[in-house]
């Protein structure tokens, strides 16, 4: 089969919207054939398909009765829409949207340790026992000697059996659903947050760790009918919006008893990043924090300041003894890494996986390797094998000025970080709604877990969310009686905040990391919950915009507890009022009433957030909160950069639509005579932030030259971007 590799020019002038010298016009684009339709009660099957009779050519596909009411169809697009103006108590009609997985010292930093010298109320130590956590994803390896003994059944939502066993099949095979389990649970050569929680795997992601909203739903549906108390779902999109099918799915899981946490993505660091479904609103959503690393730097002859490097999970220590010369490795091919040996060598991200270059490399007796990155910012990533030589990632910026340094020396220095914010963890807040999101942070890099036939290290927030998911079983065990709220409400109530590293004393903010890193220690031993465990005060409604915000403050101690809230930092344009200091007996609740009131002729900046602090005794619990003044108004289209994928043959592209889109495409025209060709992509209802898609190679069109009309509909508005894109054919590595 041909291989092809996409390379981007930016018409540098023709980046707006008005000023075009001819109208490229599009068709309609392409309307997707399955749709989740979300209903206000619930329907038999029978009542729905005796409903769907006048619609011929829809087919029913799924009911859903727990997760939500409704159901999936497949069939004509125009069909779709009529259906959904006339069916009756129908909710919302949103089409089938592709989900992909989010890629032990970790147990000690959220204070797991600690947990294991504390008791239950039937004198059992604190490990999971008696919880059953739901692991939505890839499937789990439950044959691996540490979770076999934990593994408690499941289901298969993508070959639709009851063998929910990862997949196996070379050149798709899948890991993540038992690395994510393992952080929860594993009980053997490493132990996992929980150890002695039962696990359900649910395979909502089949091979290559893609899935649909229609499977993860599904899955949902199975594990709540199985009654399990916690799942973890570290999987998502880029769509950040709080009405979608699985994040309705989860609060109603949420409502039923269930304690539902969800990976935030791994989209940062740019605003409004975190994606479905870590917008749920009653879900726990995790962002990613690093542990106690050995961060290096690298200091270039000529230059004075360091520059930081970001090393690959599962690298060798950068602990580099001597200078060494800096060399160009191009692409991370046999052919460009031919003169490397004894150097640390630069190669470009792009074409192939980290491990074939930097294995290429090292074959050609390279010391260390330097990737950078071929679109804007920076990444983090894992090694598929073990290398005997070092791999880190820098932005493409620092890439770029590291190209002029070649042939220089370079020596490495090392310093330790810990209980940073990872720089790939998606932020929030979200859209519409305003909510701080993430909820929590917890270690999400370098974390080494099971896989199936071993053991390996990776990072995103999708090991972040199990290690809350594991500590949410030990709080269950500790206080069985406790709801999914008062369980948030505890580890929210009890987070440590994160400081910036640069800074020692300038907090992230509670959109960028929620109410901190979780501490399930103190989680299990406090006090007193304050629900909810953050505030949204919405956006400017007027001239005179008054805000309400009702707490309900719990004493769980056996004392009696007295509480003050902190008045905030004095900021022009924001008045606070507070309720009085206050006492409550053992048991005792009371609501209370926080009120901000807003001058936006004095308030600067668009957003508003941070910490209110309410004393409980010698106890300080941060409550985060945000207001938003005005929501950015920005082009319906920005941002966009198409590369070559990390996959031989794959291409990803990005685009950040700040306002979403009614309709989205990537349209292909001949560059002579402006004739449209096809589509590379599209979509409808889009919602507002970062989109960033992996395309397969055999997705492509003809090697050629094509003019691509990337646009965003809104509202009756379109705003476009024109860029030149060739195809060329893709040689071997």
Same mark, same amino acid.
């Given at each position: 089969?041909?291989?092809?590799?996409?390379?981007?020019?930016? !018409?540098?002038?023709?980046?707006?919207?008005?000023?075009?010298?001819?109208?490229?016009?599009?068709?309609?684009?392409?309307?997707?054939?399955?749709?989740?339709?979300?209903?206000?009660?619930?329907?038999?099957?029978?009542?729905?398909?005796?409903?769907?009779?006048?619609?011929?050519?829809?087919?029913?596909?799924?009911?859903?009765?727990?997760?939500?009411?409704?159901?999936?169809?497949?069939?004509?697009?125009?069909?779709?829409?009529?259906?959904?103006?006339?069916?009756?108590?129908?909710?919302?009609?949103?089409?089938?949207?592709?989900?992909?997985?989010?890629?032990?010292?970790?147990?000690?930093?959220?204070?797991?340790?600690?947990?294991?010298?504390?008791?239950?109320?039937?004198?059992?130590?604190?490990?999971?026992?008696?919880?059953?956590?739901?692991?939505?994803?890839?499937?789990?390896? #439950?044959?691996?000697?540490?979770?076999?003994?934990?593994?408690?059944?499941?289901?298969?939502?993508?070959?639709?059996?009851?063998?929910?066993?990862?997949?196996?099949?070379?050149?798709?095979?899948?890991?993540?659903?038992?690395?994510?389990?393992?952080?929860?649970?594993?009980?053997?050569?490493?132990?996992?947050?929980?150890?002695?929680?039962?696990?359900?795997?649910?395979?909502?992601?089949?091979?290559?760790?893609?899935?649909?909203?229609?499977?993860?739903?599904?899955?949902?549906?199975?594990?709540?009918?199985?009654?399990?108390?916690?799942?973890?779902?570290?999987?998502?999109?880029?769509?950040?919006?709080?009405?979608?099918?699985?994040?309705?799915?989860?609060?109603?899981?949420?409502?039923?008893?269930?304690?539902?946490?969800?990976?935030?993505?791994?989209?940062?660091?740019?605003?409004?990043?975190?994606?479905?479904?870590?917008?749920?609103?009653?879900?726990?959503?995790?962002?990613?924090?690093?542990?106690?690393?050995?961060?290096?730097?690298?200091?270039?002859?000529?230059?004075?300041?360091?520059?930081?490097?970001?090393?690959?999970?599962?690298?060798?220590?950068?602990?580099?003894?001597?200078?060494?010369?800096?060399?160009?490795?191009?692409?991370?091919?046999?052919?460009?890494?031919?003169?490397?040996?004894?150097?640390?060598?630069?190669?470009?991200?792009?074409?192939?996986?980290?491990?074939?270059?930097?294995?290429?490399?090292?074959?050609?007796?390279?010391?260390?390797?330097?990737?950078?990155?071929?679109?804007?910012?920076?990444?983090?990533?894992?090694?598929?094998?073990?290398?005997?030589?070092?791999?880190?990632?820098?932005?493409?910026?620092?890439?770029?000025?590291?190209?002029?340094?070649?042939?220089?020396?370079?020596?490495?220095?090392?310093?330790?970080?810990?209980?940073?914010?990872?720089?790939?963890?998606?932020?929030?807040?979200?859209?519409?709604?305003?909510?701080?999101?993430?909820?929590?942070?917890?270690?999400?890099?370098?974390?080494?877990?099971?896989?199936?036939?071993?053991?390996?290290?990776?990072?995103?927030?999708?090991?972040?969310?199990?290690?809350?998911?594991?500590?949410?079983?030990?709080?269950?065990?500790?206080?069985?009686?406790?709801?999914?709220?008062?369980?948030?409400?505890?580890?929210?109530?009890?987070?440590?905040?994160?400081?910036?590293?640069?800074?020692?004393?300038?907090? #992230?903010?509670? #959109?960028?990391?929620?109410?901190?890193?979780?501490?399930?220690?103190?989680?299990?031993?406090?006090?007193?919950?304050?629900?909810?465990?953050?505030?949204?005060?919405?956006?400017?409604?007027?001239?005179?915009?008054?805000?309400?915000?009702?707490?309900?403050?719990?004493?769980?101690?056996?004392?009696?507890?007295?509480?003050?809230?902190?008045?905030?930092?004095?900021?022009?344009?924001?008045?606070?009022?507070?309720?009085?200091?206050?006492?409550?007996?053992?048991?005792?609740?009371?609501?209370?009433?926080?009120?901000?009131?807003?001058?936006?002729?004095?308030?600067?900046?668009?957003?508003?957030?941070?910490?209110?602090?309410?004393?409980?005794?010698?106890?300080?619990?941060?409550?985060?909160?945000?207001?938003?003044?005005?929501?950015?108004?920005?082009?319906?289209?920005?941002?966009?950069?198409?590369?070559?994928?990390?996959?031989?043959?794959?291409?990803?592209?990005?685009?950040?639509?700040?306002?979403?889109?009614?309709?989205?495409?990537?349209?292909?025209?001949?560059?002579?005579?402006?004739?449209?060709?096809?589509?590379?992509?599209?979509?409808?209802?889009?919602?507002?932030?970062?989109?960033?898609?992996?395309?397969?190679?055999?997705? !492509?069109?003809?090697?050629?030259?094509?003019?691509?009309?990337?646009?965003?509909?809104?509202?009756?508005?379109?705003?476009?971007?024109?860029?030149?894109?060739?195809?060329?054919?893709?040689?071997?590595?």
């Amino acid at each position: 089969m041909k291989k092809w590799i996409l390379l981007l020019v930016l !018409l540098l002038s023709c980046q707006t919207t008005s000023s075009a010298a001819r109208t490229l016009t599009a068709p309609p684009i392409p309307k997707e054939r399955v749709a989740i339709v979300v209903l206000e009660k619930a329907q038999s099957k029978q009542e729905i398909q005796q409903a769907l009779q006048p619609y011929k050519d829809l087919q029913l596909r799924r009911v859903f009765q727990e997760a939500l009411y409704g159901f999936s169809v497949e069939g004509n697009p125009e069909s779709i829409a009529k259906l959904a103006e006339e069916y009756e108590d129908v909710i919302n009609v949103s089409p089938v949207t592709n989900y992909q997985i989010q890629a032990e010292e970790g147990v000690k930093i959220i204070g797991g340790e600690e947990v294991r010298g504390l008791f239950d109320n039937k004198n059992q130590r604190l490990t999971g026992k008696g919880v059953t956590v739901a692991v939505i994803d890839t499937g789990v390896d #439950y044959t691996h000697p540490d979770l076999k003994g934990n593994y408690n059944g499941g289901h298969d939502l993508v070959d639709n059996d009851e063998d929910p066993m990862e997949t196996l099949t070379l050149g798709s095979a899948t890991v993540h659903g038992t690395h994510v389990a393992g952080i929860i649970a594993a009980n053997g050569k490493i132990k996992g947050v929980a150890p002695e929680a039962k696990i359900r795997a649910y395979r909502a992601l089949g091979p290559g760790g893609g899935g649909t909203t229609e499977q993860v739903i599904a899955a949902i549906e199975e594990a709540m009918k199985d009654n399990v108390d916690i799942m973890n779902l570290s999987l998502g999109n880029n769509v950040n919006g709080p009405d979608l099918p699985i994040s309705l799915a989860l609060n109603r899981a949420v409502e039923k008893g269930i304690v539902a946490v969800a990976a935030a993505g791994n989209s940062g660091p740019s605003i409004w990043s975190v994606g479905s479904p870590g917008t749920a609103s009653k879900s726990i959503s995790v962002g990613a924090s690093t542990p106690a690393m050995e961060i290096p730097y690298i200091l270039i002859e000529g230059m004075s300041k360091k520059t930081r490097i970001e090393p690959l999970a599962g690298s060798p220590s950068w602990a580099l003894d001597r200078s060494l010369l800096l060399a160009d490795g191009g692409m991370g091919t046999k052919g460009d890494v031919k003169n490397v040996a004894g150097k640390i060598v630069l190669i470009e991200r792009g074409k192939y996986t980290f491990t074939e270059k930097a294995k290429n490399a090292q074959d050609a007796g390279a010391k260390a390797v330097i990737i950078y990155n071929n679109l804007s910012g920076g990444f983090s990533g894992n090694l598929e094998l073990p290398l005997e030589i070092p791999v880190a990632s820098v932005t493409k910026e620092e890439g770029e000025k590291l190209k002029k340094k070649v042939g220089k020396s370079i020596r490495t220095e090392i310093a330790m970080e810990k209980d940073q914010l990872a720089d790939f963890s998606s932020r929030g807040p979200v859209t519409d709604t305003w909510e701080v999101k993430p909820d929590i942070v917890a270690p999400g890099v370098s974390v080494n877990s099971t896989i199936p036939g071993g053991y390996l290290s990776l990072q995103g927030t999708s090991m972040a969310a199990p290690h809350v998911a594991g500590a949410c079983a030990l709080i269950l065990q500790a206080h069985p009686d406790w709801t999914p709220e008062q369980i948030k409400a505890a580890l929210m109530n009890t987070a440590r905040p994160l400081v910036k590293e640069s800074s020692k004393s300038d907090h #992230y903010r509670t #959109y960028e990391q929620g109410a901190g890193r979780i501490r399930v220690d103190a989680a299990i031993k406090t006090e007193s919950l304050v629900t909810p465990s953050s505030i949204k005060f919405g956006k400017f409604a007027g001239e005179t915009d008054e805000h309400k915000a009702f707490l309900q403050v719990e004493n769980i101690s056996k004392k009696k507890q007295h509480y003050t809230f902190d008045i905030p930092k004095q900021t022009d344009g924001l008045t606070w009022h507070f309720p009085l200091s206050f006492t409550l007996d053992p048991g005792e609740s009371r609501e209370v009433k926080v009120e901000l009131s807003v001058d936006p002729s004095l308030l600067k900046g668009k957003i508003h957030d941070g910490y209110l602090n309410l004393r409980a005794g010698k106890t300080e619990i941060k409550i985060p909160y945000l207001y938003v003044l005005e929501e950015p108004n920005y082009p319906r289209v920005m941002g966009f950069d198409f590369k070559a994928a990390d996959k031989p043959g794959n291409y990803r592209y990005e685009v950040y639509l700040p306002g979403g889109a009614d309709e989205f495409g990537i349209a292909l025209f001949h560059p002579d005579d402006y004739r449209f060709i096809d589509y590379l992509d599209s979509g409808e209802n889009i919602k507002k932030g970062l989109i960033t898609k992996e395309l397969e190679a055999e997705h !492509l069109p003809p090697s050629g030259v094509y003019l691509a009309k990337v646009f965003a509909k809104k509202a009756g508005k379109e705003d476009f971007i024109e860029t030149m894109i060739v195809i060329e054919e893709r040689e071997g590595p």
